[in-house]
């Protein structure tokens, strides 16, 4: 068990419509990312928060946006569903406060993921 | 260029015997962190080891040890003693400036599918 935990396992929706993907992070780690594993992409970066904040942007749709609660969690949410927005949406989360760059502390563990058909 | 590149797209190896995992990266960034995951039919994303680019020795984690050959910016992954149960899919994946601190985005190679027979 990583520690990251993400709901729901499995959600099968129609296109055109909205969803929202949750992610809990490692307890005490303040960075969540967002990945999107796809057959004709591969694992794609989507966007980090780091402590509440956007830190970075990776391949993310307009249509997609996430934030970070004061809790530390995370919401994704897809809107304007469109086929090929299936996937495998994992959240991973690392770094603890005070953790030195270049030690073991940079891990990134992996939720167990959301697969998401577009049908 | 490819930040990272995994050249096996599939592996065979039989039971207890050990296989390589091959990995090259392309970085500028003298600080940096080496990692590989393997992923099961289930889906899951496990670790399995951490390579920092500071880091003196290589990596072992288990039956896992990453062969860190930084002048050739490569870093593969063995595993000893195949199981059934290793048969997955394997990814490198490398993080860069990490000196910078908060954590950043971890970039994946295209994956190897390795396959433990009897």
């Known amino acids: 068990d990583s520690g990251v935990t993400q709901t729901p396992k499995h959600l099968i929706t129609a296109t055109g419509q909205r969803v929202t993907l949750r992610c809990s992070p490692r307890?005490?780690?303040?960075?969540v990312y967002w990945y999107q594993q796809s057959l004709d992409q591969g694992l794609q970066f989507l966007i980090q928060?780091?402590?509440?904040?956007?830190?970075a942007k990776g391949n993310i749709l307009e249509r997609f946006s996430a934030q970070q609660f004061p809790d530390l969690h995370s919401e994704l949410n897809l809107s304007s569903l469109e086929l090929g927005d299936s996937a495998l949406y994992f959240c991973?989360?690392?770094?603890?406060?005070?953790?030195?760059?270049?030690?073991?502390?940079?891990?990134?563990?992996f939720g167990q993921g959301t697969r998401l058909t577009v049908v | 260029a490819q930040k990272i590149t995994q050249t096996q797209p599939g592996m065979f190896v039989q039971e207890k015997e050990a296989v390589t995992l091959d990995c090259t990266y392309d970085?500028?960034?003298?600080?940096?962190?080496l990692f590989w995951y393997k992923q099961p039919s289930s889906g899951e994303m496990i670790f399995l080891i951490y390579?920092?680019?500071?880091?003196?020795q290589n990596a072992t984690e288990g039956r896992y040890s990453l062969n860190f050959q930084k002048a050739r910016k490569s870093a593969n992954l063995v595993i000893s003693a195949s199981q059934l149960g290793d048969s997955a899919m394997y990814f490198c994946?490398?993080?860069?400036?990490?000196?910078?601190?908060?954590?950043?985005?971890?970039?994946f190679g295209t994956g190897t599918q390795l396959k433990v027979e009897l």
């Open positions: 991973a989360s690392s770094v603890k406060p005070g953790s030195p760059g270049g030690s073991s502390n940079t891990e990134a563990f």
């Open positions: 307890s005490g780690d303040l960075s």
């Open positions: 928060y780091y402590n509440g904040e956007e830190r």
């Open positions: 970085t500028s960034d003298p600080s940096y962190g």
């Open positions: 390579q920092g680019s500071y880091d003196q």
């Open positions: 994946a490398m993080r860069e400036g990490l000196l910078t601190g908060g954590g950043n985005k971890l970039t």
